[in-house]
């Protein structure tokens, strides 16, 4: 496989799996917990884990304080991913997709001042042009209808982007001294524990989960997000340059706001979302350069 279908796959991947998160996120708006749990637990872990003895298996070949940000990191992802299941509860796929391109602003920032990385004048452009594109979306929201708390969801998906940015930028601190196969098990390993221990009682949905063949979309997103995140892996070893991909993959901004119009039926604010979505994908452009 070129790096080209590599990338190609893991757009086409990433954008159904956010078309499909959001339209069952719609139907079970207070399973956030126990749907991110299964859903690590049935198929990202055991494929990580797969993936992980074809590529060497897992190394313990790191200092003990290392520990620490992994346990960081799948707190931090745990709780992301708990809030990003939240915000698509009530906020359409495509404003979500716009809100959480916030990440990378976070990310570049973060890197910045925890990790001694270059912040250059070109990002903090980027910065700005994606921060007032997230900005703009979530003010559509507080305008479109005050009483659906809109607004409120729409922050919870700025909240999970913030957390997302940070979870990252502890991550690439990581792979700093870990290998990816090891970080595969460990990290995704560590972030099913803490989803499964976020969801506590809720497991106790699984066997209705299984019932009303729920089970079956679970299953799919997972496979769908890891599948594509291995993509991603490949095109970036492929290619070896990670700034090319990174702005390829910003695409699935626009994707994600195309795909919601046609298929959920994201219709209002068309214009103004594909505005926001296109400058959104200028920015992280801007910032990964």
């Known amino acids: 496989m070129t790096w080209q279908l590599a990338i190609l796959a893991h757009q086409i991947l990433e954008t159904v799996f956010a078309l499909i998160y959001r339209n069952y996120a719609k139907k079970h708006t207070h399973d956030h917990y126990v749907t991110n749990a299964v859903m690590y637990l049935a198929t990202v872990v055991p ?14 070949d790191f200092s003990n304080s290392i520990w620490w940000f992994f346990g960081l990191a799948g707190l931090l992802f745990a709780l992301g991913n708990i809030t990003a299941f939240k915000a698509n509860t009530r906020v359409e796929a495509s404003q979500f997709a716009i809100i959480t391109s916030f990440r990378t602003v976070v990310v570049v920032i973060a890197s ?55 979870a990252v930028t502890n991550e690439k601190y990581i ?32 066997p209705q989960l299984v019932k009303d ?29 990670a700034s090319l991909i990174a702005s390829i993959a910003a695409l699935q901004i626009i994707l994600v706001t195309i795909g919601g119009y ?9 214009v103004q979302k594909f505005v926001a979505a296109s400058a959104a994908f200028v920015g992280v452009i801007l910032l990964v350069r």
């Open 262 to 270: 046609i298929f959920l039926n994201e219709k209002k604010y068309g």
């Open 112 to 166: 910045w001042l925890l990790l001694s990385e270059r912040l250059t004048p070109t990002q903090m452009t980027g910065a700005i042009i994606v921060f007032a594109a997230s900005l703009f979306v979530i003010s559509l929201n507080r305008r479109a209808d005050a009483k659906s708390k809109l607004g409120f969801y729409s922050i919870i998906a700025a909240v999970s982007a913030i957390l997302m940015g940070l």
């Open 213 to 241: 063949g729920s089970i079956k979309t679970i299953l799919l997103l997972g496979g769908l997000r890891t599948v594509a995140g291995f993509c991603f892996i490949n095109a970036l070893q492929l290619s070896n340059n």
């Open 175 to 206: 792979l700093n001294s870990v290998d990816i196969a090891t970080y595969v098990v460990i990290g995704w390993g560590l972030q099913a524990s803490f989803m499964t221990v976020l969801a506590n009682r809720q497991l106790a949905r699984v």
């Open 47 to 60: 494929f990580g884990i797969i993936w992980s003895i074809t590529q060497g298996g897992v190394s313990l």
